[in-house]
């Protein structure tokens, strides 16, 4: 007994005396964070928010939970397979809008709508767009950002070579600068990738055809997806992708990137996320124009962050959440992504030239949503809309795909 107290007292000593002193701090909590941000301007972006994070947050420290894949494609399917086995990241990216409707219906993010209260979130976010995040009188997500959707990027010189000179004003011309092109002697003048970037595109044409009322109307059951419209979209849509690469259903944004980095494409139809990725790697002299016909809309997504249900460091979490919507957050963090601000009381010094247009811009331009990024559709509709578009690049049938396109809206809207 005796040799037992004083192998305890000898324990509690040694606990003792590690537990004194500043080196016995305890070891940081650990917060991670899901995203599909893996290269480029978007790595840029995180790892800005995350030197922003660990100012603001002592003690907590970032786990990178990133799946590569353009527009979250990978990211999303992981997530799903996560959460099916109850093993959630502790906060995880999503487009605010329709894309959060699935999981608020399963349970798996918790309400925020206090944080929006006690942050000053509601004086600090545009009205329009705290009511487009709000759901049953709650809000489960927190933008980071706002990004614009319908831009063309350009490589000048390859244009240029071709004799144009500036940018088209309506798709007649467009598609007549890319007929330019291919004369000249480039291939695919129009940098294409997988299906939901041949969605983006489509979605620019629609909202040519259609105009920003008719356009938005096809997500709520006010425009038909059968109409002769979209029936002319589609056409033109299909004139488009003659003129882009035949290897696109294989390429991720960034390959089709490379192809107009290198000269072999004039044109690609990307949301400004190319802006910050194109300075990145070595091509600060695009161009960029808003896709021809659109005029005055602008198409908006925005990335945000959530609190999973069962999350394993709520704190912390918190802590990530709070930085996420910060004026200090969000500078930093959109400064290096090439999105802008969700706040609007952020001065756009500091900002590129892209990025102080695209803040004008948002204030005065008409918004739509974006089904190819989540604001106008659920989950299921978009994935069914990227099936669509996967057959049609085999089939080559407008009428066949402008039939699973309505078939597909009159699934998810009366649901």
């Known amino acids: 007994m005796r040799m037992v107290a004083v192998l305890a007292v000898a324990a509690l000593l040694t ?24 290269e480029g301007g978007e790595k840029a972006g995180l790892d800005a928010l995350v030197t922003r994070f660990n100012a603001d947050c002592p003690g907590q420290r970032f786990e990178n939970g990133a799946v590569a894949g353009g527009a979250g494609v990978n990211a999303k399917q992981a997530l799903t397979q996560r959460m099916a086995r109850h093993d959630p990241p502790d906060t995880f990216q999503a487009h605010a809008g329709a894309e959060m409707t699935d999981y608020i219906d399963a349970g ?39 990004h614009r959707a319908n831009v063309i990027w350009t490589n000048p010189t390859v244009l240029s070579r ?22 000249a002697g480039i291939e695919a003048p129009l940098a294409l990738g997988r299906d939901w970037t041949q969605l983006m595109l489509l979605e620019a044409v629609l ?10 109307g096809l997500f709520t059951g006010e425009t038909d997806w059968s109409g002769s419209p979209v029936t002319k979209a589609i056409n033109d849509f299909t004139v488009l992708l003659s003129y882009g690469n035949l290897d696109r259903d294989t390429l991720d944004w960034p390959q089709a990137e490379r192809l107009l980095i290198d000269g072999q494409a004039g044109y690609q139809l990307m949301g400004d996320w190319e802006a910050a990725d194109l300075t990145a790697k070595g091509f600060p002299g695009y161009g960029w124009f ?126």
């Not at 000179?165 to 291919?182: E, G, M, R, V």
């Not at 909202?207 to 938005?216: K, Q, S």
Request: hydrophobic fraction near 35%; proline fraction near 8%; aromatic fraction near 10%.
């Open 15 to 38: 606990a003792s005396s590690c537990g004194s002193g500043d080196d016995d701090k305890p070891p940081p909590s650990t917060v991670e964070v899901f995203t599909w941000w893996a």
């Open 108 to 146: 798996q993010v918790e309400d925020l709508t206090a944080y929006y209260d006690s942050w000053g979130l509601r004086e600090a976010l545009p009205a329009g767009l705290i009511d487009d995040l709000t759901v049953h009188g709650k809000i489960y997500s927190i933008p980071a950002n706002i």
């Open 162 to 183: 071709a004799g144009i000179t500036a940018p088209p004003n309506d798709l007649p011309s467009f598609i007549a600068n890319l007929s330019a092109l291919k004369a």
């Open 207 to 216: 909202i040519t055809d259609l105009g920003p009322d008719g356009f938005a």
């Open 290 to 415: 808003t896709f021809p016909g659109n005029g005055k809309t602008f198409q908006w997504l925005a990335d945000s962050f959530t609190l999973s249900t069962g999350a394993s460091n709520i704190s912390g979490t918190e802590c990530w959440l709070k930085t996420v919507s910060s004026a200090s957050g969000q500078q930093a963090f959109n400064a290096a992504k090439g999105s802008i601000p969700a706040r609007t009381d952020i001065p756009s010094t500091g900002f590129s030239p892209y990025q102080r247009s695209a803040m004008a811009d948002w204030k005065s331009t008409t918004p739509v949503p974006s089904c190819a990024h989540g604001s106008a559709c659920s989950q299921p509709w978009q994935t069914a809309v990227n099936a669509a578009l996967n057959a049609f690049s085999t089939t080559h049938d407008p009428k066949t795909l402008q039939s699973a396109l309505a078939q597909a809206a009159t699934q998810f809207i009366r649901e």
